[in-house]
């Protein structure tokens, strides 16, 4: 009996563990966390599990996935992250609580959907403070939440900034100490309460364990952490978690001793690369059946003492070394971000829970 392949095995008290422990970690210092989703397409086990371990709102960037999650009737509230698509407002007032947002074009075609909708919509604006993906510059906020203020259907509940995602730049404790001094400067001046000073993601674990005063940053909105148990500045494992809550699973398809150099004039390869070969001698050479149409194989570190040499749409060739592969036989990765993404995306390979 061969198990379905490729498949990827989730771990569900693995994540459960990590969501706890990050949870009570950040508690310690008055934050709160958001569960994010989107790395796992909103997978409704996993969101199962999340809400399990005491994170009672759930952030995606996309409302498919969030929606997905509302339908499985997952008991939580839900927060979409990327600012709302224009053409996807009714749907996001109709299954977000809340929504991040950078521009008032969308926040007034929000306010309009949820008049019509007969609700209040909750928005948290996005600040930019150095990575240059999205937000309000700092000089903007004062007219925008002027505008804000007067819209119907619109409540508007904090700030929020991201940072080290495009141009991996640090939530230092200057930027946090500025998000901060930000949020209360608002308040006074507008006279509002902001319940929710959103500080960034799972690289602001470093800041946060080097500050003894979080300020007014009382949430965080944690993804990568929660499923690979890194902080994401310099991908460390942070200490308790667990590492390996995700697993994929090839098989072997082919394995043959053969040389390592190519036979013939080398042109472009299947993706218009120019390929370099090393004259390695004979090796034996295992085929997988598992390539670049289901994962970035970029982003898989083998679990054996093997070497990823080559790969293609729908194969990953090894150096198989001394571990003696076999047809049938399976290998086992560890994924890192990028991997995980493209491997809960997609559709050809399967997902096993336990
Ligand atoms: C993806 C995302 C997160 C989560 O980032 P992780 O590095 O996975 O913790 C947080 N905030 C926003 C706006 C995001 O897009």
Redesign the pocket.
């Known amino acids: 009996m061969y198990m379905m392949s490729p498949r990827l095995e989730i771990d569900l008290l693995k994540i459960t563990h990590n969501a706890i422990k990050l949870k009570s970690l950040y508690a310690s210092k008055g934050v709160g966390i958001m569960g994010?989703t989107?790395?796992v397409c909103g997978d409704p086990k996993i969101a199962k599990a999340l809400v399990k371990s005491g994170i009672n709102t759930l952030?995606d960037?996309r409302i498919e996935n969030i929606r997905k999650m509302s339908s499985a009737k997952i008991k939580a509230s839900f927060v979409l992250?990327?600012t709302p698509l224009l053409s996807q407002v009714e749907s996001v007032v109709k299954f977000a609580d809340i929504s991040?947002n950078s521009e008032l074009s969308v926040i007034n075609e929000l306010s309009k959907a949820a008049l019509k909708q007969n609700i209040v919509h909750k928005i948290i604006l996005?600040i930019e403070l150095g990575d240059l993906r999205?937000g309000l510059l700092p000089s903007d906020l004062d007219s925008t939440v002027i505008e804000i203020l007067q819209l119907p259907g619109i409540e508007l509940i904090g700030i929020g900034t991201?940072l080290?995602?495009l141009f991996g730049i640090k939530p230092d404790q200057n930027k946090m100490k500025y998000l901060s001094a930000l949020a209360i400067e608002l308040e006074k001046k507008f006279s509002i309460s902001l319940s929710i000073i959103s500080g960034?993601?799972?690289?602001n674990y470093t800041w946060f364990k080097e500050t003894c005063d979080a300020g007014k940053i009382n949430n965080l909105?944690?993804?990568?952490?929660i499923f690979l148990g890194c902080e994401?500045l310099y991908r460390k494992p942070i200490p308790g978690l667990f590492t390996d809550a995700f697993t994929l699973y090839a098989e072997v398809i082919e394995s043959k001793i053969k040389a390592s150099v190519p036979n013939g004039e080398i042109c472009q390869d299947a993706f218009g690369n120019l390929p370099k070969i090393k004259d390695s001698g004979q090796m034996r050479r295992t085929i997988l059946g598992l390539g670049l149409q289901d994962v970035l194989v970029s982003g898989l570190c083998p679990k054996l003492e093997v070497d990823i040499i080559g790969m293609t749409s729908d194969h990953i060739i090894l150096n198989a070394k001394q571990t003696n592969l076999k047809v049938g036989n399976e290998v086992a990765f560890d994924l890192n971000?990028g991997a995980l993404l493209s491997a809960m995306t997609s559709p050809y390979i399967t997902k096993t829970y336990k």
């Open positions: 994010v989107k790395v952030a960037s992250l990327r991040f996005m999205e991201n080290a995602c960034g993601n799972s690289a909105r944690l993804g990568e952490s994401t971000y």
